[in-house]
Structures are given as C-alpha cells and as structure tokens.
C-alpha cells in the first residue's frame, strides 16, 4: 500500500508530464489542499477557471464547481475527481419551478447563487457567490431581486441593502442548517474568549450571534489577520483544519462536530490519481447552447464582482 505521501509524489509528477491543473475548494481534506495549484472559495475558482493554461483541469469539490469550469473553459477537457460529490443544494431548484417564480414576481432581477446546476444559469441574470454577492447585488441597477436557492445568505445579503426589495425560494445548505442558535450559545458558552466567525449559508439566528459573517476564504483571511488568539469556526469542518494546519499558534473549535458536508468530503487522493490516469473521475460535457447561455450570467458575476 502506498503512503499519502507517495501519492502526492505521483500526482505531482503527473501534473506536469499530463499537462494537468488541480483546482480545489476549501471545502476539501488537507491532504488534498497539499496537491492543489489553486485553492479558494467559489469566486476564486470561477475567476481562476478563466484563466488556467494547462489542457487539462481536475475539479477537487462538487459537480457545480466542475461545471462552471467547463462553462469558462469550454475549450479544456475538465473532470470531476470523484463524480457522485454533488450539492444537495444546487438540485434544490430545477427550471420549472425558477420559471414559476420568475412568472409571479415579473420585474424582478434573477439573482441564483453559484450553487445551482448549470441548466438553471442559463435562465438566470446574474450569479453570485458568498464572497461576492454584496458587491454585485450594490451594482445592480434593479432594485427588485429574486434571489434563488439559499434564503440564508439572500436574507442576509437583503439586510445589507434595504433599498432593495428581495424575493426568496424555501432552500438552503443541509450542512450549514443544522446549526442552530443553541449550538452557538454552547460554543460561546465553552470557549468564552473565543470570535465566532460564520458563513453566511447558516441561518440567520446563527449568522446574528457572529463576529464576522463571510466566505470560506473571507474566514480564513479574517483568522490568519486577527490579533484574537481562539475562534469558534461556523462553517465546515475542513476549514477549521486547514487554520489549524496554516496558523499553529491560534485555536480552532468546530461551532459543531455536525458542521460536515459529506459530499464535500467524497474525494481522495486516490480519485485525483484515477482521474489523472483515465481510469476514475468524469470528463465533463454540457450542450454547447448551455455553455453559451450559463456564461452570460456567470460573465456577469465576474464582470460585477471586480
Ligand atoms: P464559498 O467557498 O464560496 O464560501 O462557498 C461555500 C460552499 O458551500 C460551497 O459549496
Ligand atoms: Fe452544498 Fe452545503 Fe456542501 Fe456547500 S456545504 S457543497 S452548499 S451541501
């Protein structure tokens, strides 16, 4: 049997001698943040899916992920390392039930989270991520908003912009919902001295109790940069080991040890190999009139978000 280590060897080796790209979402192990020739948030990935040079791209996260990938790079052979890693909250919605909405709220700007398929962007204005979409909803001129799936960071984003009038759809992260107000008053209550920072994908009772409300890559930044020495981490679990791993002087508490996205944590090393080797991951294909019309919102994600 090979050691971790070994693997990392081969895949390193392969990256070059293949012409391979390894992007990677926070979300994902340490092990596999150590192969990674980028790693982020889903904004990050977008902006970097744009401009990767190698042929070849392997996605370390969800199928949404891969597929913005492929919508920005249509040009690329892009792969998904381990194909059943899906977002349960990205097949929340599905194009008629966006079309219902977008018939019982006429006026209004399609705003979808990047945690949607493919099919759904291509009937949607603008897409957001969690990092970006304060700025991008503060630049769009409409002030009526549909905002689609998550009602928790669309409520959050709402409170933020109070001239605007936002619609929303009953979905959310499974993940993130767990936690509830309870959860953060017995974090509190266990390490006092502790900031408590979350994702904005929690539900509002949580998000209220928070230090800092922000991306994957907006909580690792705010903890690397705060003088505070302990942090109870609203958001999944990867996040408190990578801190762990890049800060070994501060102390990270999981706000719980049910703050863990089981599709997140579906990829290993092994998959990235198979997939470098043709015999593991999936090659994704998406028509190209999907491409076409997914790009114009995702376009002007990047376009709005700077
Ligand atoms: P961000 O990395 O953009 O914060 O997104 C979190 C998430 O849930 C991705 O599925
Ligand atoms: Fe989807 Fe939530 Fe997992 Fe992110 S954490 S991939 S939103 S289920």
């Given at each position: 049997?090979?050691?971790?280590?070994?693997?990392?060897?081969?895949?390193?080796?392969?990256?070059?001698?293949?012409?391979?790209?390894?992007?990677?979402?926070?979300?994902?192990?340490?092990?596999?943040?150590?192969?990674?020739?980028?790693?982020?948030?889903?904004?990050?990935?977008?902006?970097?899916?744009?401009?990767?040079?190698?042929?070849?791209?392997i996605?370390?996260?969800?199928r949404?992920?891969?597929?913005?990938?492929?919508v920005?790079?249509?040009?690329?052979?892009?792969?998904?390392?381990?194909?059943?890693a899906?977002?349960?909250?990205a097949?929340?919605?599905?194009?008629?039930?966006?079309?219902?909405l977008?018939?019982?709220?006429?006026?209004?700007?399609?705003?979808?989270?990047?945690?949607?398929?493919?099919?759904l962007?291509?009937?949607?204005?603008?897409i957001?991520?969690?990092?970006?979409?304060d700025?991008?909803?503060?630049?769009?001129?409409?002030?009526?908003?549909?905002?689609?799936?998550?009602?928790?960071?669309g409520?959050?984003?709402?409170?933020?912009?109070?001239?605007?009038?936002?619609?929303?759809?009953?979905?959310?992260c499974?993940?993130?919902?767990?936690?509830?107000?309870?959860?953060?008053?017995?974090a509190?209550?266990?390490?006092?001295?502790?900031?408590?920072?979350?994702?904005?994908?929690?539900?509002a009772?949580?998000?209220?109790?928070a230090?800092y409300?922000?991306?994957?890559?907006?909580?690792?930044a705010?903890?690397?940069?705060?003088?505070?020495?302990?942090?109870?981490?609203?958001?999944e679990?990867?996040i408190?080991?990578?801190?762990?791993?890049?800060?070994?002087?501060?102390t990270?508490?999981?706000?719980?040890?049910?703050?863990?996205?089981?599709n997140?944590k579906?990829?290993?090393l092994v998959?990235v190999?198979?997939?470098?080797?043709?015999?593991?991951g999936?090659?994704?294909?998406?028509?190209?009139?999907?491409?076409?019309a997914?790009?114009?919102?995702?376009?002007?994600m990047?376009?709005l978000?700077?």
């Amino acid at each position: 049997m090979r050691t971790t280590k070994e693997i990392q060897d081969e895949i390193n080796r392969l990256k070059k001698e293949k012409d391979f790209c390894i992007l990677v979402h926070a979300y994902q192990a340490h092990s596999i943040v150590e192969i990674a020739d980028f790693t982020g948030d889903s904004y990050g990935l977008s902006v970097q899916a744009a401009k990767v040079p190698e042929k070849n791209v392997i996605m370390c996260g969800v199928r949404f992920m891969a597929e913005t990938v492929k919508v920005l790079s249509p040009e690329k052979n892009v792969y998904l390392a381990n194909p059943t890693a899906g977002c349960p909250m990205a097949e929340q919605m599905d194009i008629p039930i966006l079309k219902g909405l977008q018939a019982k709220y006429p006026g209004y700007e399609t705003v979808a989270y990047i945690n949607t398929t493919t099919e759904l962007k291509t009937i949607c204005d603008t897409i957001v991520t969690s990092s970006s979409a304060d700025k991008i909803i503060g630049n769009i001129e409409n002030d009526k908003i549909l905002f689609v799936p998550d009602p928790n960071l669309g409520g959050w984003i709402a409170k933020r912009h109070p001239d605007k009038d936002f619609k929303f759809f009953n979905g959310g992260c499974p993940t993130h919902m767990r936690m509830r107000k309870e959860d953060v008053l017995k974090a509190k209550a266990e390490h006092p001295d502790a900031l408590f920072l979350v994702h904005p994908e929690c539900r509002a009772e949580v998000v209220e109790l928070a230090d800092y409300v922000g991306s994957t890559t907006g909580i690792m930044a705010f903890a690397k940069e705060s003088n505070a020495k302990e942090f109870i981490i609203g958001t999944e679990s990867s996040i408190v080991e990578h801190l762990q791993y890049e800060c070994p002087e501060k102390t990270f508490y999981p706000l719980s040890v049910d703050l863990i996205c089981n599709n997140m944590k579906m990829t290993t090393l092994v998959d990235v190999l198979n997939t470098m080797n043709g015999t593991g991951g999936e090659e994704i294909t998406l028509p190209d009139e999907t491409i076409k019309a997914a790009k114009k919102s995702i376009d002007r994600m990047i376009a709005l978000g700077g």
